[in-house]
């Protein structure tokens, strides 16, 4: 039986104006309530919010009576300190927070509304080559972390997120019953707690079932040490204590890995995503196909692996063509 997902606990937003409290409150409850979002994403918002309270507070006004040239004097004070993304973040929140007093009628017009955002550069999703991924499976890691059971586990996470395509929020968050092991299909709860199947390929299957085997010797393990295991019993991949593992040990072991295969730079989980997107679509995938298997609620999200794609096309053309280049 599937665990039900624990409803996060969202903190007041911190010493946000008083009389902004409620408003606040209601929009980070239908974030999390209505639109299923996850607890790291509304505390983000929460953060925003609160930030931009405290600093109409100071020039004496409210959320309510706060007008369009509040919001610009407001937006040019971050651009001192933040990236322009995170610029374009902070504008994405309280435009949201707009709409959402508008429908309780609690303002009447939003003054961020028309106000455009700052240029960002568009830069290219990380990505790695086919050989690049054989390298991250190819020796198991040195010292504790070269355990035999957690090597048959890494090989299985690695093959598995680049073989479907999976957030490294999704594989931690997958159980055992979540696989099915004939159809080669994966049930899968993205973003907004949405649900997809998704297929994965055969070396996934292989490394899946050399795993499953190491997990109950992992589960052994923790209870004979007595550890808390929680969900342990039925988490898909487990850490050496036998208990769910975490994103943060995921991303931890893809750097290991990578400085151990050579890498000039290491990456995080979200480049196997990006390279099962963008490999797929090298080898003809329909862009609306990769769009399902991502679990992408826009097509412009699936769209910028095309950019991808064809950077990676004009390298190889470049390099190969006789006539590509000058002599």
């Known amino acids: 039986m599937e665990v039900a997902a624990q409803i996060p606990v969202i903190p007041p937003v911190p010493t946000a104006a008083a009389p902004l409290r409620e408003p606040v409150d209601a929009f980070l409850h239908h974030l999390k309530v209505e639109r299923s979002l996850s607890e790291h994403s509304v505390r983000a918002y929460a953060v925003d919010l609160a930030h931009y309270a405290e600093w109409l507070e100071t020039v004496g006004r409210t959320v309510e009576n706060a007008e369009r040239d509040a919001v610009h004097e407001y937006l040019a004070s971050l651009h001192d300190h933040l990236a322009p993304s995170s ?6 929140t309280i435009r949201s ?3 959402f007093l508008q429908r309780m009628d609690r303002v009447s017009s939003s003054p961020i509304e028309g ?4 240029r960002q550069a568009k830069t ?6 086919v050989d690049e991924i054989i390298a991250l499976l190819t020796r198991p890691l040195e010292g504790d972390d070269g355990d035999p059971l957690l090597q048959l586990r890494d090989v299985a996470l690695i093959e598995l997120m680049y073989g479907a395509g999976l957030r490294v929020s999704e594989l931690v968050g997958l159980d055992v019953l979540h696989v099915r092991d004939a159809e080669r299909l994966v049930r899968v709860r993205g973003k907004g707690k949405k649900t997809r199947i998704v297929p994965y390929g055969s070396k996934a299957q292989e490394a ?10 992992l589960l052994e393990r923790s209870r004979q040490a007595g550890a808390e295991r929680r969900d342990a019993e039925t988490a898909l991949f487990l850490n050496w204590r036998g ?16 400085l151990q295969a050579g890498f000039h730079a290491t990456i995080n989980p979200h480049a196997l995503r990006h390279s099962f997107a963008t490999h797929l679509l090298d080898a003809g995938g329909d862009i609306r196909e990769v769009q399902e298997l991502l679990g992408h609620a826009r097509l412009s999200t699936t ?16 390099k190969a063509h006789p006539r590509a280049k000058a002599s």
């Open 87 to 92: 610029v374009a973040r902070r504008m994405s």
């Open 97 to 99: 927070f707009y709409k």
């Open 115 to 118: 106000v455009r955002g700052p």
């Open 124 to 129: 290219l999703p990380r990505m790695l080559s």
């Open 208 to 217: 899946l079932r050399a795993y499953l085997p190491a997990r109950l010797a």
């Open 243 to 258: 208990t769910r593992l975490s994103t943060r040990s995921v991303a931890r072991m893809l750097e290991k890995r990578c």
């Open 303 to 318: 769209q910028r692996y095309t950019h991808a794609s064809t950077a990676h096309l004009m390298r190889v053309y470049d």
